[in-house]
């Protein structure tokens, strides 16, 4: 088996089930099983529809906080034995945790540290050997290619079609360094051979195929439509553009992830995805695509020109589950615990490399806008100007630019993750004719509903909004209420004793 060029520092090649052991989940199969396992799956037998209805059950059933993760076994309109999982990792800290190798019990803070250590330690992914990978069980090329049997679904009622990606990961290759990138787009069926694919700008597979154009080169593309949720949490994500993020989803699971040649391009992909589907972007092959209801609540763009994808082959594991993303209000969106998490971690890591000093905690709130639009940043002030200083790079560095609205920062004895905290600190630490600041023309999207003409919409703005005690006046700011710490020990210890189930609440900062 050959070496492949997947990003700088090439992977090795591997014999199948050579990669050391690791807790992360194999597959979607595997975690689809240590999920149920803890009670977080729910399997839906009856018959269901694709037109609206799965979209409307699972709206429903996530209206509560941690509801399980829905797996559709008969979809009216595809093959006995298709599947469709929505909602893989919806607001559960647990599944999430699950995804990358951690155990359940976790807080959202200690997932957030979990996430940072494993972003920090990539592992590029091998090459392994297509026949017998589970991926290749079944193959379909040119004209006996059909995607319509796999479960798309019309997630709204004013979807302009059946959308079959999204909870997914595009890969295309870097027309000039070669590695490749991984990233989470949606898709919309178009025919029997033929995907919608919305781009915003700035993404890095749209800059790919621009490059390509330019050239009057077709863009190669490989589309995985049934993806274990690690791949999910770092196609969704913003990494270093000379690096894959197949690197940063083998340092989430402690493996590498195993890679296959493709039969119809020169691209690579998963060996243990569901469906995986190779194609190509011709020069200028667009199509009308969309509207779709996007991560805000709101439907994205009206219809507009979409890069179309020519399907050449598609490959599939026996009985595929094809996984959904439903974008909506939380707790229904499915990025938005996966953004708290995720999105965070990237934040701080971000901050920590710029050399920011005194970060205790990041958190993207996962109720705005599908964990987009708010950055919560808790540190201890060092310095004249540490908190500002913190609150403007926290909006601009490459984890966290697109599309944030409203940056925060409070002090180190507020818990960024408790939204009541960070409410208190606004309304008792922020003078908003001195703590608010505000950033013009940055990086948006053309999904954020408050910006019209729609033309206007890929620039934006943020709110940089200071919650921190005044540093000038640190000594003589008003001191907080705070438990005592060796109180607080006393009554935990005694927590049970005194007639209270569970373990006590622990405060985020005590009196010493």
Known sequence: MEEMSVSPGAPASAERGASPPSSGPRDLRDWIGRVEAIGQLKRITEEVGRDEEMGAITYLAHQTIGAPALLFERVKGSPRGFRSLWNPLGSSVDRFALAIGEPAGLSVVELIRACRTKFANPIPPVVVEGEGSPVNENHLRDDK???????????WPRDGGEYIGTCDAIITRDPDGGWL???????????????????????????????????????????????????????????????????????????????????ATSLLYPARAEIAVEGVIPPNSQKLEGPFGEFTGYYGRPEDYAFLVQVRAVHYRDNPILTHALMADYPANECALLYSVARSARVWSDLDRVGVPGIKGVYAHPAAAGGFAMTIVSLEQRYAGHAPQALALAGQVPGGAYFS??????????????????????????????????????????????????EERPYGSKA????????????????????????????????????????PPKPWALDD
């Open 145 to 155: 290619v059909d995607i319509r049997d796999f479960p798309a679904a019309r997630h």
């Open 181 to 263: 990138n991984v990233g989470c787009y949606r898709q919309m069926v178009q025919g029997k051979r033929e995907v919608g694919l919305y781009l915003s700008p700035g993404k890095d597979a749209r800059l790919h195929i621009e490059r390509y154009w330019s050239r009057n080169e077709p863009c190669e593309v490989v589309c995985c439509w049934g993806i274990d949720p690690a791949l999910f949490i770092a196609a969704s994500q913003t990494f270093p553009k000379t690096v894959s993020e197949l690197d940063f989803v083998g340092g989430m699971l402690g493996r590498p992830v195993e890679l296959v040649k493709g039969e």
């Open 464 to 503: 940089l909004i200071n919650a921190c005690m005044e540093h000038r006046y640190l000594k003589q700011f008003s001191r907080r209420t705070r438990l005592r710490r060796s109180v607080y020990e006393s009554v935990a210890a005694r927590w049970t004793e005194l007639g209270f189930d569970g373990a």
């Open 405 to 454: 609205k409203w940056i925060i920062a409070v002090d180190d004895d507020v818990d960024p993750s408790n939204i009541n905290q960070v409410l208190w600190a606004m309304s008792t630490r922020c003078n908003p004719a001195e703590d608010i600041d505000i950033l013009r023309q940055t990086w948006s999207t053309w999904l954020d509903p408050t910006q019209n003409p729609p």
